[in-house]
């Protein structure tokens, strides 16, 4: 199987493909990396990820955890607090409640990339860096991976809403807890910063045709508007320059065609509501290279590689069908505003709060994707 393993070829360099390589260099299966950017980029992306638990577990597995806690690039979260602004209700959702050290972890995109790409250098797996290509570019690749981001002939539902991106600093400690507040204008939500005991990156959602206006405020303006926005419970004192980009659903039907897979970000782009687009991508590639594994001796027919992605098609289906369900669903939800509807929501997460184990059905849900049903 050595000749055949070298021909599998993943388009992207990004944290699902390096991510996806590390995966099978751990069965022994080898795969070339194509990605359009320059090494320099690589760590580059200043977005914060909540990695749930059970991200932590897979990226542990593949030794990345240890350096990163090693350098304070990372953030636990022990609670998560769900609430709506000026309305009676929430649900607190705590990892000892769960049983489990942590609810899952922040960390910046570039820091985790930096230490795949080191991890990917010592396994000597090949990364083309500044290579763009075409899928038409490898013929006779036994599987293309595509995994570089743009989730294209997709079903795409334009929300017309923006997420600002930015990092806030309180007058307390965070205490590693996250907070998602639902407001009119849309989720707001705050996470741990690592590093900084009083900071939290914050992803606000506002509508698109007023974010440009957010973005331009002054910094004084713009915690005046945040503190506004998110009410009681936290009083902010510093802000970092804004981001803004805007929010889409994306989805593929298919997740693969013939010999050519999507996963990542390629095959869905979700709502950053409820954190768990790359919590998603990192179980497409987990699955994929697992189920490659099993199969590595007969992929070179082409009838034992269609029931291996149709096997594990099936397998994503009852994973990513709830998952963009749940995000879809969450802001439609709360971004309805008829009368007594916030009573409505706001009963409902006090329900929540009060029923343990639907809580922690949906706390394992989120954590472990459909594994934790």
Same mark, same amino acid.
């Given at each position: ?12 360099g !990004?944290?699902a493909?390096?991510? /996806? %390589? *590390? ?5 022994? +299966?080898? $795969? @070339?990396i ?8 690589? !760590?580059q992306?200043?977005?914060? /990820? %909540? *990695? ?5 577990? +897979?990226? $542990? @597995? ?9 350098? !304070? ?27 489990l ?34 899928p038409?570019d ?67 959602t ?14 004084s ?54 954190g ?98």
């Amino acid at each position: 199987m050595n000749d055949n393993q070298a021909q599998i070829v993943i388009i992207g360099g !990004g944290l699902a493909g390096m991510a /996806l %390589a *590390l995966i099978l260099s751990e069965y022994g +299966i080898s $795969a @070339q990396i194509y990605d359009a950017r320059p090494v320099e980029a690589v !760590g580059q992306d200043e977005r914060m /990820l %909540a *990695l749930s638990h059970g991200s932590w577990q +897979i990226l $542990a @597995q593949l030794g990345l955890m240890h350096s990163l806690q090693t350098a !304070g690039k990372l953030a636990a979260i022990s609670e998560v607090n769900v609430s709506q602004r000026n309305c009676y209700g929430r649900t607190r959702i705590t990892a000892e409640q769960e049983n489990l050290p942590a609810l899952g972890f922040v960390v910046r995109a570039g820091d985790l990339a930096l230490t795949m790409l080191q991890k990917s250098q010592d396994r000597n797996i090949v990364i083309n860096h500044q290579q763009p290509v075409s899928p038409h570019d490898f013929p006779k690749a036994l599987l293309l991976i595509r995994a570089e981001g743009k989730c294209e002939q997709s079903k795409v539902v334009e929300y017309q809403q923006s997420a600002i991106i930015c990092n806030v600093s309180c007058t307390t400690p965070h205490r590693n807890i996250a907070w998602e507040r639902f407001t009119p204008q849309g989720p707001l939500a705050l996470l741990p910063l690592p590093g900084k005991a009083n900071s939290y990156a914050l992803v606000l959602t506002e509508s698109a045709n007023q974010a440009p206006w957010v973005e331009a405020m002054n910094d004084s303006e713009f915690l005046l508007f945040l503190q506004h926005r998110f009410g009681f419970g936290l009083a902010f004192c510093s802000v970092t320059p804004r981001l803004i980009f805007p929010l889409t659903l994306s989805y593929r039907r298919r997740v693969f065609e013939g010999n050519t897979v999507w996963v990542g970000n390629s095959a869905q782009i979700l709502h950053p509501i409820a954190g768990q687009g790359f919590n998603l991508a990192l179980r497409d590639v987990y699955e994929l290279a697992c189920l490659l594994a099993d199969s590595v001796e007969n992929l070179a027919q082409s009838e034992k590689l269609t029931v291996v992605l149709n096997q594990y098609a099936r397998q994503r289906f009852l994973d990513r069908t709830p998952a963009i369900a749940f995000t879809h669903g969450l802001v439609k939800l709360f971004g309805l505003n008829l009368p007594f509807q916030k009573s409505i929501r706001g009963a409902g997460l006090l329900m929540l709060d009060i029923l343990p184990t639907m809580k922690s059905f949906l706390a394992r849900r989120m954590i472990f994707g459909n594994r934790g049903i």
